[in-house]
Nanobody, 125 residues
Framework: QVMLVESGGGLVQAGGSLRLSCAAS????????MGWFRQASGKEREFVAA????????NYADSVKGRFTISRDNAKNTVSLQMNSLKPADTAIYYC??????????????????WGQGTQVTVSS
């Protein structure tokens, strides 16, 4: 079992930055690929970014490439999402997710078995 707790959400103006963090507990964190997803009101949950268990590979949604950066610290059992140049379209609940390591970084919600409770990010115009 892997337990995930997100933090760092809040209200920010367009063009601003936020850093989300996800603390993991349970089984060996370094064995799990990690992802960030988001769900805007009335929309389906969508992929944002993912990082391999070693941190050597990352994947980003086209909508956030060049603005968001995912990173992890296996010694501290944390994964982070640095979000810069935020837009109102980034407003959503952001979820941290985990799956046992795979040969490639995957992006589907169906591929992740462990989820946090989410943290709200609101970007005002």
């Amino acid at each position: 079992q892997v337990m995930l707790v997100e933090s760092g959400g809040g209200l920010v103006q367009a063009g601003g930055s936020l850093r989300l963090s996800c603390a993991a507990s349970g089984r060996t964190f370094s064995s799990y690929d990690m992802g960030w997803f988001r769900q805007a009101s009335g929309k389906e949950r969508e992929f944002v970014a993912a990082i391999s268990h070693s941190g050597g590979n990352t994947n980003y949604a086209d909508s956030v490439k060049g603005r968001f950066t995912i990173s992890r610290d296996n010694a501290k059992n944390t994964v982070s999402l640095q979000m810069n140049s935020l837009k109102p379209a980034d407003t959503a609940i952001y979820y941290c997710a985990a799956r046992f390591q795979y040969r490639r970084v995957v992006t589907s919600t169906d591929d992740y078995g462990y989820w946090g409770q989410g943290t709200q990010v609101t970007v005002s115009s």
